[in-house]
């Protein structure tokens, strides 16, 4: 392909995408010495002049507001508290094609006749009757969950980190648990594991937002339900792996109860999951994505198509460093899955998505595009393999996954995108068992 045209498919993704890691005006997560009781917590923090929002029970930690600087000083004079971090801004990862200001690809909006089978539910492996998540718990830690939605089942039990209830009143997370769970029941989609059982964690608002204080104390509410086997977390911020020790200290407590947890890599090609969170975290599943299908090509100055197993021209990646001498994974990217149906070239020679289509707030379905969408593609497959081989941990699923994965060493393909690198790892295409 011409270099020329190389820049000029580059075109919407080149776009920022990354949100900076903001700090909470006031806000705060002190993590406290081992065995540090809930009350000598909050005690400490209010002979200090804060007020307590989260007080954790998986770890020693609580989430903190504070009035003046004045606080922080007396928590840090206090030998009960080891450190205090900020309390950053996390957000749901966005749909690649409206941050590039692009309206989601390809139809599938409003209502719909009949039930469809997604290209994503194809790629990856239809449900079977034997194969389907029945039994596993999956909690859903995003938005919420549209709880009058025909095509998803009641949620088992539900959570909201800002008080009262867990409907959804964003969308993203409704999109990410028809991935994940829509029920094949006539209407709308079928999603990877329909018979799996959901759990709705709200952690973000209604504009997507929320905070690493927010996303601890719901895996804190998962972590005291056993049937709940797999979480999905559609959602990140930049940072790295060491930035917030009481956030990774929560998600270690799931990873050692045996609850396998699934994260989008994020949507800027620019970066690396290694800057991202929780992505960077070893003990999660990092998702990036690729294309279902192949596209449609009407730029004359283009040979031929973009095909199925592209690495998506949003997608962060990540050399998948493997396990280390005592079987944990080192970090990187686990495993690619579709994030989008397919990537089309127009005359102009730009690029766009046709997002993945799954069920949609307040009925019907809609398209959405990024590695929001590959994430819960491996949540179902991971309910599936748990359903199947029930004692399945972690890193179980991890090693199943690569050594089943479809094209491995082939795919993902590399993008014709300039702001795509490859990352050294064709670690293939999540597989359903």
Known sequence: MPRRLIGILLGFATAGL????????????VMFREGTPQSERAAAVRRAGGAIRHNYSVVDAAAIQVPNPNVLKGLQNDPLVLTIVSDRAVHAIPDANVERGKPSGGGGSGGSSGEIVPEGVKRVG??????????????????????????????????????GSCQDDNGHGTHVAGIVAALQNGIGTVGVAPAAQLYCVKVLDSTGSG??????????????????????MSLGRD????????LRSVIQALYNQGITVVVAAGN????????????????????????????TNACRRFSGVIPADTAS????????????TTGKWSGGVTISAPGEDQE????????????????????????????SMASPHVAG??????????????EDVRHQLRSTAQSAGVAPLDSPTSSYTFDSDREGIAKAP
């Open 126 to 163: 239809v449900p079977t009757v034997n194969s389907n998540g029945s039994g596993i718990g999956v909690a859903i830690v995003d938005t919420g969950i549209d709880l009058q939605n025909a095509d998803l089942s009641p949620p088992a039990d539900t959570f909201s980190a800002f008080g």
């Open 211 to 232: 905070s690493d204080s927010d996303v601890m104390s719901g895996l804190d509410w998962v972590s005291h339900h056993a049937a709940i086997r797999v979480v999905n």
């Open 313 to 324: 021209f949003f997608t962060t990646d990540g050399q998948g460093l493997g396990w280390d």
């Open 239 to 246: 940072g790295t792996v060491d930035d917030n020790p009481a």
């Open 381 to 394: 497959i991971a309910a599936r393999m748990v359903q199947k081989n029930p004692l399945s941990r972690a």
């Open 268 to 295: 800027d090609p620019s970066m690396e999951v290694s800057q991202q969170v929780p992505a960077s975290y070893p003990e999660v599943l990092a998702v990036a994505s690729t294309t279902a299908t192949s596209g």
């Open 18 to 29: 990354a949100q900076a890691p903001v700090q909470n005006e006031g806000k705060y997560i």
């Open 344 to 371: 089309d070239i127009s005359k102009g020679c730009f690029i766009s998505s046709v997002g993945i289509l799954s069920i949609k707030l307040g009925g019907g379905t809609t398209r959405l595009s990024g590695t």
